[in-house]
């Protein structure tokens, strides 16, 4: 769907150079941008060039090379920065801890004892309570379908900026908090 460059999504305006970046990967459809507020260095973003607030957004083809390359970005940290491990994490949503309305893939390296803390007390779900919740997640899935192989559509070569309209900023905000 939606997918112009926004003036007032900050992605948009890395991938169009209106801000300035360190970029250190880029293709016709993905972006690796390095974070100038991250969490170790050398923690990359990987973004699609064209706008999707969130994940269940972006088509197919674009989601599989965001994920390549986050893989691709992910070995070149472990190369280069000599990095022990990584995270490969998206926040999708607001509740999730989303900040920037432009679908991203954070790439982070990980070194022991690095104070980053990704951790979480897990949830103890009786044998009822799980089985309930595979249910519903099961009966969802039945519907995922085939993959798209192709984009959808053709790609616009150079797309005029467009500034959200607030019922766009609205609808954006409804999705990323996944309200009707
Ligand atoms: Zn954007």
Redesign the pocket.
């Known amino acids: 769907m939606e997918s112009k460059?926004?003036e007032s999504?900050?992605?948009?305006q890395i991938?169009s150079n209106n801000i300035p970046s360190k970029k250190v990967y880029e293709d016709e459809l993905v972006m690796a941008v390095l974070d100038v507020n991250g969490s170790n260095a050398g923690h990359c973003f990987v973004i699609p060039k064209s706008?999707?607030a969130i994940i269940e957004q972006v088509p197919d083809i674009e989601i599989g090379r965001l994920f390549q390359v986050s893989n691709k970005i992910s070995s070149a940290i472990f190369e280069s920065l000599g990095a022990q491990g990584t995270n490969i994490f998206v926040a999708n949503g607001i509740p999730a801890g989303q900040t920037?309305?432009?679908f991203t893939i954070n790439v982070i390296p990980r070194k022991e004892n690095d104070g980053i803390n990704l951790q979480w007390q897990p949830k103890q779900l009786s044998e009822e309570e799980m089985s309930t919740v595979e249910l519903k997640l099961k009966e969802q899935t039945k519907n995922i379908g085939h993959f798209e192989k192709e984009e959808r559509k053709p790609r616009i070569q150079a797309p005029k900026p467009v500034i959200m309209s607030d019922e766009e900023e609205e609808y954006f905000g409804r999705q990323m908090r996944r309200l009707p």
Do not use: D
Request: aromatic share 8%; glycine share 0%; charged share 10%.
């Open positions: 460059p926004r999504c900050i992605v948009c991938v706008h999707y920037v309305a432009h």
